[in-house]
């Protein structure tokens, strides 16, 4: 039921949502069960009660809250919402399905309704209903520059950068402080080599909801690129073992600049890292740090050093070495390979982009069935396929897989670290990029100027491994007799 609620419950519920509005979530929930004490099966009540446990991250008890809501009032829309959302950012999808279909039939000019279930079927991996129901929520609240960011998101998914970047700017024209905009506009940008308008847009990733708990709280002030000549300053990692092999290449030219420069990385990067030129010092992160007087987190520093261009990425290759430690078979050609990222259980979102990235069992397959070739696992966590050799259960950190990749001829890799560590080493290495690409491999164009060793081959399509591993396994074959051929030159 949804009547009036007893004045004596009314009391309590307000109380519930000014400590839920203060950020008092225990406290609200108690506020709540009070006046569900006095009205029981009042379903506002209810879903209030399960929104304020959602919030503390009570997920199951808050969910039995929006179900009793929906029992209660069975045109209790929010509750619908409310639940549908949940299950989808635990990555029950199709419990969500069950929950955002009978709500829609409810009320289809729900504007939160068209965006909730828009969001589940970005995560379920259908682009057009995603598009088609953001652009629905667009129609009944134009004012909405979320509805924009995450229409825009599903376009850049969809190689619609042109469209993406339309609707980007129409977010900031609603919401020009909007630090999720910038940044997602950023990206974009740097995707397609805009790098002066990119870089300082990709500051804002500290706004966004994925990095705001991530930067680190110094009170020494960030280095902005200003005359700092023998002055020590901490660089720090960010982000992924990836991001920080790309962009410590940056320490050289910090230290060009007359700065005295520590490092702080990873702790399985520490060992790699230790001799990187550029660097008076390498630290672990977790271990204390030395006193410094200026910061900059990695990948702060295209913008700090004024990298305007492509053409003023440092490509000098390698700038990680390591030692060859393995003996591998001397005969045939000796292929690593990482086929998958690192999937999240808690986080739909990036339970999606892990599927996007990695290879399906058939793709990999084909792969490891190319003869006159002797696969090498280079994917830790995974239990390699049969025939492949196998010896990332005694990889304590990067610098050992560092040296097992030194041993090879070539690194075939998806989206992750290795294809970064092979391509800083200088290692021949073919990247099978997904479809919508990560902004760093830039659009239509089989290398990069980051790895000058480096091969590109792309989906031509969302989810076409198929085509792709095609195009990887013709060109496997083609170099059987003659070995691995030399890359183009790189274009700016």
């Known amino acids: 039921m949804t009547g009036l609620l007893p004045a004596a419950a009314a009391e309590r519920a307000n109380l519930g949502v000014a400590l839920r509005r203060a950020g008092k979530l225990d406290e609200a929930a108690g506020a709540y069960r009070q006046a569900l004490g006095l009205a029981p099966d009042h379903a506002p009540l209810h879903n209030n009660l399960g929104s304020a446990l959602h919030e503390a991250g009570r997920t199951e008890a808050a969910a039995e809250c929006y179900r009793k809501a929906i029992v209660l009032a069975p045109d209790q829309i929010a509750a619908y ?34 965006g909730g279930r828009a969001s589940l079927s970005l995560y379920q991996g259908r682009l057009d209903r995603a598009i088609a129901g953001w652009r629905a929520m667009i129609a009944l609240q134009p004012e909405r520059a979320d509805a924009y960011i995450n229409l825009a998101g599903a376009r850049c998914q969809q190689g619609s950068l042109a469209l993406a970047e339309q609707a980007y700017r129409l977010a900031l024209t609603l919401a020009p402080d909007h630090g999720e905009a910038r ?141 060859k430690r393995y003996s591998l078979p001397a005969s045939g050609r000796k292929v690593g390979v990482a086929w998958a990222g690192a999937p999240r259980a808690d986080s739909p979102e990036q339970a999606a982009f892990d599927r996007r990235r990695s290879l399906p069992d058939a793709a990999l397959a084909q792969l490891l ?84 060793t480096m091969r590109i081959f792309r989906q031509c399509s969302p989810g076409d491994w198929a085509g792709l591993i095609d195009d990887v396994v013709d060109a496997l074959s083609r170099n059987r007799a003659s070995g691995l051929k030399p890359l183009q030159k790189n274009r700016d």
């Open 81 to 114: 919402h409310n639940l549908g959302s949940l299950l989808r950012d635990s990555g029950r999808l199709a419990e969500a399905e069950a929950c955002f279909l009978p709500a829609l039939l409810l009320a289809p000019h729900s504007p939160d309704l068209q």
């Open 369 to 452: 069935a190319v003869p006159d070739v002797q696969f090498v696992s280079l994917q830790k966590g995974r239990p390699a396929s049969i025939g492949m050799i196998d010896l990332m259960a005694g990889m304590a950190d990067f610098a050992d897989t560092a040296a097992l990749i030194a041993e090879l001829d070539l690194v075939i890799s998806v989206d992750t670290a290795i294809a970064h560590l092979a391509g800083a080493m200088g290692k021949p290495v073919w990247l099978l990029n997904r479809f919508d690409t990560d902004w760093r491999w830039l659009t239509d164009r089989p290398d990069t100027p980051w790895y000058p």
């Open 183 to 323: 940044f997602n506009l950023s990206l974009l940008l740097l995707l397609t080599g805009r790098f002066a308008e990119g870089w300082p847009g990709y500051e804002e990733r500290w706004k966004t909801r994925q990095l705001a708990k991530e930067r680190r709280p110094f009170s020494q002030p960030q280095w902005r690129g200003e005359e700092a000549a023998g002055k020590t300053i901490l660089l720090h990692a960010e982000q992924g073992f990836g991001d920080a092999l790309q962009f410590c290449r940056y320490a050289p030219l910090v230290k060009a600049r007359g700065l005295r420069v520590l490092l702080e990385v990873q702790p399985p990067l520490h060992r790699l890292l230790a001799s990187l030129e550029g660097c008076d010092r390498v630290v672990a992160r977790g271990d204390a740090l030395p006193p410094f007087d200026l910061h900059s987190p990695l990948m702060s520093l295209p913008l700090a050093l004024g990298m305007k261009s492509l053409g003023d990425i440092p490509a000098s290759i390698p700038y990680i070495r390591t030692e």
